[in-house]
């Protein structure tokens, strides 16, 4: 018994230690030869084979796809489809490999033609950059009948240019891709010992947000979003995808959103051809501005990618930033740049040595001593290995046999004068060589500068960035969120709520909107959007909260239940726990709120208060003026109005608002509106004042204080307040004749949120200059060096004020060295012009 149980653990011992081998073994396998690069040459396995197999069949033609794929089959053990698709993902890249034929979209997520059906070759970058078998490191491939390379001497940040994904057993990598140009920038600011900076750029171009990119790092995130365009009112444009996503997927994520009832559209429609475009139909009365948010909000055309830069270094998984990763690759390359030079300088002295020999054997008649009649072979070998003695103190190194050997089988001829001049005129671009390679390695930080250099000049043509970097603006979802949802109010018995459909209809709203309701007892409460909720009964006034609003101002007198006293106060609400009752009367449950008023501007009312007629007061009938009294906060007891009871109090005036005008600041950094100090300063707005926008193209805008509004800060040139007699000066460039026109004009035009262009329409017309001083003066810089001259101009003396769709009158000639500016009124009074 006891040796079966022996028996037993034993075979359990010895199971337990080959899963936990085999599963290291496997996990190892997994993160070296499969999902994670090599820092050496930022490749896979199967990427290096895919390349290496390629060489093998180059001729500089296209191949099949499929050829190549069976090529790299030799090396690579797992099969055609994971070749297939590394392949393809390569050649979607477009750097490495030339494609021909459909091989997909990543912007709409077409797949490639079948593999028999498309052709590849190695790119003219590919051969300059990944291939030396000189400088090569090679090892067996699996089956151990060929050579495959251990990793391709990569002269060039590969890694960081592809990008690489990979998911392991217990690890994962995400490296994201960053334009060729940059790279080079980045390589040449290193090896010059300057600090530079990388930042992704996608195939799929859109915009990204690197605030937070920690150098590719754990724990880095990139924000992308999709380009929007505004075509008109009730028309959206995308024009771009961000990393990963679709054009199928982010229409889903479009389509989802409507019917979640975060946006609003009638249709959505993929018109995407040689470009990006999706075509957004909005709802009847949708904001445009707050569906482009949304979009942002709700749907892919924001996504958040995470970074995790792993690589394999030694043989071990290392997590590594990516200016680190520039630095190791470029270091290599230095080291292979070295390798080459090295070896060419090696060539080149060997061609010396023997082109030395070769003038000598001619030059000096040593190939005389093969016409003498010596006995042996050998011996004609000494004979002439003696000849060659007296002059090989000019050689670099020793006469060898083979050397010897090498001149004998050199057909005799006779030997011209021009020959003897042909060799040493070999030997002299032969020295000039060895001369610049021995120069190349000495200076080699400058050699390698010069490589990037090289490589920017002739493989960086079209390979502009395609991501545009922005910082974004954070948005909050319930100011966004499209009121979808309809509240309704059973006042009497004091419910809230969804459902209530057979009650009174209060506001439509979002759900995630607070609502903030008032009973006649003088009971606050606030509560979120549901299908029915409990506030009090007799609910005297709901409405959606506003956190923070401290311009909305509430009017309310109530008789205290105990002492019978009817107070009066003002009050806002900033900031409360939801679901909390909050007492606004002193407390009495027989307290009753006669009176109650909400004001978004805090307007101060005038009531009429009617007192019991049975009580022992002279005047029955009262007048209360609400401005008369401060805004408090929302626990205080109020003002004393009357001790006498109340009858009922009347709405008897309207009141002004008690508040003054609130500033309103334009953030140009991020195109919006605000109240809370950001960017410039606007003045101060009461509610009815308006905007006036002029952006670059030469149109203006007339426009409310609305704060959900987006501006494009690179074309806006100008933002303040509206008045309607203020004079512009404007100085566009008429393209089509050559000159700068200046005009002056008042804004005539009503219609709000409306573009209006003022300048003549043409093609590369476009705004110069544009003021709303009252007398602004013109500076005008033309010319360069001995040419350049400065002009000053009064605007106001050259042209009188005309219709805002006047051409205006020709200011100057156009030329490309003209700069306009406008002079402030400080220096202009100095020099006496106003």
Same mark, same amino acid.
């Given at each position: 018994?006891?040796?079966?149980?022996?028996?037993?653990?034993?075979?359990?011992?010895?199971?337990?230690?080959?899963?936990?081998?085999?599963?290291?073994?496997?996990?190892?396998?997994?993160?070296?030869?499969?999902?994670?690069?090599?820092?050496?040459?930022?490749?896979?396995?199967?990427?290096?084979?895919?390349?290496?197999?390629?060489?093998?069949?180059?001729?500089?033609?296209?191949?099949?796809?499929?050829?190549?794929?069976?090529?790299?089959?030799?090396?690579?053990?797992?099969?055609?489809?994971?070749?297939?698709?590394?392949?393809?993902?390569?050649?979607?890249?477009?750097?490495?490999?030339?494609?021909?034929?459909?091989?997909?979209?990543?912007?709409?997520?077409?797949?490639?033609?079948?593999?028999?059906?498309?052709?590849?070759?190695?790119?003219?970058?590919?051969?300059?950059?990944?291939?030396?078998?000189?400088?090569?490191?090679?090892?067996?491939?699996?089956?151990?009948?060929?050579?495959?390379?251990?990793?391709?001497?990569?002269?060039?940040?590969?890694?960081?240019?592809?990008?690489?994904?990979?998911?392991?057993?217990?690890?994962?990598?995400?490296?994201?891709?960053?334009?060729?140009?940059?790279?080079?920038?980045?390589?040449?600011?290193?090896?010059?010992?300057?600090?530079?900076?990388?930042?992704?750029?996608?195939?799929?171009?859109?915009?990204?947000?690197?605030?937070?990119?920690?150098?590719?790092?754990?724990?880095?995130?990139?924000?992308?979003?999709?380009?929007?365009?505004?075509?008109?009112?009730?028309?959206?444009?995308?024009?771009?995808?961000?990393?990963?996503?679709?054009?199928?997927?982010?229409?889903?994520?479009?389509?989802?959103?409507?019917?979640?009832?975060?946006?609003?559209?009638?249709?959505?429609?993929?018109?995407?051809?040689?470009? /990006?475009? !999706?075509?957004?139909?909005?709802?009847?009365?949708? =904001?445009? *501005?707050? +569906?482009? @948010?949304? #979009?942002? &909000?709700?749907?892919?055309?924001?996504?958040?990618?995470?970074?995790?830069?792993?690589?394999?270094?030694?043989?071990?998984? /290392?997590? !590594?930033?990516?200016?680190?990763?520039?630095?190791? =690759?470029? *270091?290599? +390359?230095? @080291?292979? #740049?070295? &390798?080459?030079?090295?070896?060419?300088?090696?060539?080149?002295?060997?061609?010396?040595?023997?082109?030395?020999?070769?003038?000598?054997?001619?030059?000096?008649?040593?190939?005389?001593?093969?016409?003498?009649?010596?006995?042996?072979?050998? #011996?004609?070998?000494?004979?002439?290995?003696?000849?060659?003695?007296?002059?090989?103190?000019?050689?670099?190194?020793?006469?060898?046999?083979?050397?010897?050997?090498?001149?004998?089988?050199?057909?005799?001829?006779?030997?011209?004068?021009?020959?003897?001049?042909?060799?040493?005129?070999?030997?002299?671009?032969?020295?000039?060589?060895?001369?610049?390679?021995?120069?190349?390695?000495?200076?080699?930080?400058?050699?390698?500068?010069?490589?990037?250099?090289?490589?920017?000049?002739?493989?960086?043509?079209?390979?502009?960035?395609?991501?545009?970097?922005?910082?974004?603006?954070?948005?909050?979802?319930?100011?966004?969120?499209?009121?979808?949802?309809?509240?309704?109010?059973?006042?009497?018995?004091?419910?809230?709520?969804?459902?209530?459909?057979?009650?009174?209809?209060?506001?439509?709203?979002?759900?995630?909107?607070?609502?903030?309701?008032?009973?006649?007892?003088?009971?606050?409460?606030?509560?979120?959007?549901?299908?029915?909720?409990?506030?009090?009964?007799?609910?005297?006034?709901?409405?959606?909260?506003?956190?923070?609003?401290?311009?909305?101002?509430?009017?309310?007198?109530?008789?205290?239940?105990?002492?019978?006293?009817?107070?009066?106060?003002?009050?806002?609400?900033?900031?409360?726990?939801?679901?909390?009752?909050?007492?606004?009367?002193?407390?009495?449950?027989?307290?009753?709120?006669?009176?109650?008023?909400?004001?978004?501007?805090?307007?101060?009312?005038?009531?009429?208060?009617?007192?019991?007629?049975?009580?022992?007061?002279?005047?029955?009938?009262?007048?209360?003026?609400?401005?008369?009294?401060?805004?408090?906060?929302?626990?205080?007891?109020?003002?004393?109005?009357?001790?006498?009871?109340?009858?009922?109090?009347?709405?008897?005036?309207?009141?002004?608002?008690?508040?003054?005008?609130?500033?309103?600041?334009?953030?140009?950094?991020?195109?919006?509106?605000?109240?809370?100090?950001?960017?410039?300063?606007?003045?101060?707005?009461?509610?009815?004042?308006?905007?006036?926008?002029?952006?670059?193209?030469?149109?203006?805008?007339?426009?409310?204080?609305?704060?959900?509004?987006?501006?494009?800060?690179?074309?806006?040139?100008?933002?303040?307040?509206?008045?309607?007699?203020?004079?512009?000066?404007?100085?566009?460039?008429?393209?089509?004749?050559?000159?700068?026109?200046?005009?002056?004009?008042?804004?005539?035009?009503?219609?709000?949120?409306?573009?209006?262009?003022?300048?003549?329409?043409?093609?590369?017309?476009?705004?110069?200059?544009?003021?709303?001083?009252?007398?602004?003066?013109?500076?005008?810089?033309?010319?360069?060096?001995?040419?350049?001259?400065?002009?000053?101009?009064?605007?106001?003396?050259?042209?009188?004020?005309?219709?805002?769709?006047?051409?205006?009158?020709?200011?100057?000639?156009?030329?490309?060295?003209?700069?306009?500016?406008?002079?402030?009124?400080?220096?202009?009074?100095?020099?006496?012009?106003?």
């Amino acid at each position: 018994m006891k040796n079966k149980n022996y028996e037993h653990v034993q075979t359990d011992h010895g199971i337990n230690g080959q899963y936990k081998s085999w599963f290291l073994d496997y996990a190892s396998y997994v993160i070296l030869e499969r999902a994670v690069p090599a820092v050496e040459d930022g490749l896979k396995p199967v990427q290096r084979r895919i390349l290496h197999a390629m060489k093998e069949m180059d001729d500089g033609r296209f191949n099949k796809v499929a050829n190549i794929i069976g090529q790299s089959m030799q090396y690579h053990p797992h099969g055609d489809a994971s070749i297939g698709d590394a392949l393809v993902n390569m050649g979607q890249k477009g750097l490495l490999i030339d494609t021909q034929g459909n091989w997909g979209d990543v912007r709409t997520g077409d797949d490639a033609a079948a593999s028999r059906y498309i052709e590849a070759r190695l790119s003219k970058l590919a051969h300059e950059i990944v291939f030396n078998p000189k400088t090569t490191n090679w090892q067996l491939s699996y089956d151990g009948r060929k050579n495959e390379p251990v990793t391709l001497p990569v002269k060039f940040p590969l890694l960081l240019a592809h990008g690489a994904e990979g998911i392991a057993v217990g690890l994962a990598t995400k490296i994201l891709p960053h334009n060729f140009c940059e790279l080079c920038d980045a390589a040449i600011k290193y090896l010059k010992g300057r600090k530079f900076d990388l930042y992704p750029d996608f195939l799929t171009g859109a915009m990204a947000d690197v605030t937070d990119y920690n150098q590719g790092m754990r724990g880095g995130r990139v924000k992308v979003r999709a380009h929007i365009e505004e075509i008109d009112k009730k028309t959206l444009a995308v024009r771009s995808v961000p990393f990963g996503v679709t054009t199928s997927s982010l229409m889903d994520s479009i389509v989802k959103a409507n019917d979640a009832g975060k946006i609003k559209i009638k249709k959505v429609t993929d018109n995407t051809a040689a470009e /990006v475009e !999706i075509q957004i139909d909005l709802a009847p009365g949708i =904001s445009p *501005d707050i +569906t482009i @948010d949304a #979009l942002y &909000k709700f749907t892919d055309c924001e996504v958040s990618v995470a970074t995790n830069a792993c690589v394999i270094v030694d043989q071990k998984p /290392v997590f !590594i930033g990516v200016h680190e990763l520039l630095r190791l =690759s470029v *270091d290599r +390359t230095k @080291d292979l #740049l070295q &390798k080459e030079l090295e070896i060419r300088l090696g060539e080149l002295q060997e061609k010396w040595h023997y082109t030395s020999l070769e003038k000598i054997f001619f030059e000096e008649k040593i190939y005389k001593e093969l016409e003498k009649k010596h006995d042996t072979w050998e #011996l004609v070998i000494k004979a002439i290995d003696k000849a060659f003695q007296p002059f090989a103190k000019h050689l670099r190194r020793p006469i060898t046999r083979e050397d010897i050997l090498k001149l004998t089988e050199k057909p005799v001829r006779r030997i011209y004068k021009l020959d003897i001049d042909e060799l040493n005129e070999q030997i002299r671009g032969l020295e000039a060589e060895i001369k610049q390679v021995n120069h190349d390695l000495a200076h080699l930080n400058e050699y390698a500068i010069s490589y990037y250099e090289n490589l920017l000049k002739k493989f960086g043509k079209g390979r502009d960035r395609k991501t545009e970097l922005k910082v974004f603006e954070v948005i909050e979802a319930k100011h966004v969120a499209i009121a979808n949802t309809r509240i309704f109010i059973n006042r009497a018995d004091g419910f809230i709520g969804t459902s209530l459909k057979k009650d009174e209809f209060l506001v439509e709203c979002s759900d995630l909107d607070d609502i903030i309701a008032f009973t006649k007892r003088g009971i606050m409460k606030i509560v979120k959007v549901q299908d029915k909720v409990f506030i009090g009964k007799d609910i005297i006034h709901a409405a959606v909260f506003r956190k923070g609003d401290d311009r909305m101002t509430y009017n309310m007198m109530y008789t205290d239940g105990e002492t019978g006293t009817t107070y009066a106060k003002r009050f806002n609400v900033t900031g409360i726990t939801r679901d909390k009752e909050y007492d606004l009367t002193k407390g009495h449950d027989k307290s009753k709120v006669h009176y109650f008023t909400a004001n978004p501007n805090g307007e101060a009312e005038v009531v009429r208060i009617i007192l019991s007629p049975n009580c022992s007061a002279k005047k029955k009938e009262l007048d209360f003026f609400f401005e008369e009294i401060e805004i408090k906060a929302r626990g205080s007891m109020g003002n004393q109005v009357t001790k006498y009871p109340v009858r009922q109090v009347r709405f008897k005036e309207a009141g002004v608002a008690t508040l003054g005008a609130i500033k309103l600041w334009y953030d140009d950094k991020f195109g919006r509106l605000n109240h809370d100090g950001k960017g410039i300063e606007l003045g101060d707005f009461d509610a009815e004042d308006r905007l006036l926008v002029i952006y670059s193209d030469g149109s203006y805008e007339i426009t409310d204080q609305e704060l959900t509004q987006r501006f494009n800060p690179e074309e806006v040139w100008l933002v303040e307040k509206f008045e309607p007699q203020r004079i512009i000066t404007a100085v566009y460039l008429d393209a089509d004749k050559l000159q700068f026109n200046v005009k002056r004009f008042r804004i005539e035009t009503q219609t709000l949120k409306t573009k209006f262009t003022f300048i003549k329409e043409g093609k590369n017309n476009k705004l110069e200059a544009v003021s709303t001083e009252a007398d602004p003066v013109l500076l005008v810089n033309s010319g360069k060096g001995a040419q350049a001259r400065a002009s000053k101009f009064k605007v106001a003396n050259l042209v009188e004020v005309m219709g805002w769709k006047a051409v205006g009158a020709k200011l100057i000639d156009f030329s490309k060295s003209t700069e306009l500016s406008w002079e402030v009124k400080e220096e202009a009074k100095q020099v006496g012009l106003f």
